[in-house]
């Protein structure tokens, strides 16, 4: 059974840092891409960051500089490192795997950031 497990959400004031976490089981995980995705109320999910097989990084415009994706095939898991985070950050953030036609989602983590 495949899972994809977040944690590391939360409440952060503004200019804060989060770092969330996905755990993979059940899959391969070196083999798949990555993705973290948000979605803020009222607004459609969007991808926030990628980090393929081979290790290359992809960010949204509105993040570069500020986030950080990475992972560690040994512990079968994915990272967003989340700094300098601002109002329009906070969303449920949603992990991702992908490899061909094999998509997996995790129950996302929830990002709040407020004074």
């Known amino acids: 059974q495949v899972q994809l497990v977040e944690s590391g959400g939360g409440l952060v004031q503004p200019g804060g840092s989060l770092r969330l976490s996905c755990a993979a089981r059940?899959?391969?995980?070196?083999?798949?891409?990555m993705n973290w995705y948000r979605q803020a109320p009222g607004k459609e999910r969007e991808l926030v960051a990628t980090?393929?097989?081979?290790?290359?990084?992809t960010y949204a415009d509105s993040v570069k500089g500020r986030f950080t994706i990475s992972r560690d095939n040994a512990k079968n898991t994915a990272y967003l490192q989340m700094n300098n985070l601002n109002a329009e950050d906070a969303a449920i953030y949603y992990c991702n795997a992908n490899y061909n036609v094999n998509t997996h989602w995790g129950q996302g983590t929830q990002v709040t950031v407020s004074s």
């Open positions: 059940g899959i391969i995980f070196s083999i798949y891409d």
């Open positions: 980090i393929n097989s081979g290790r290359t990084t």
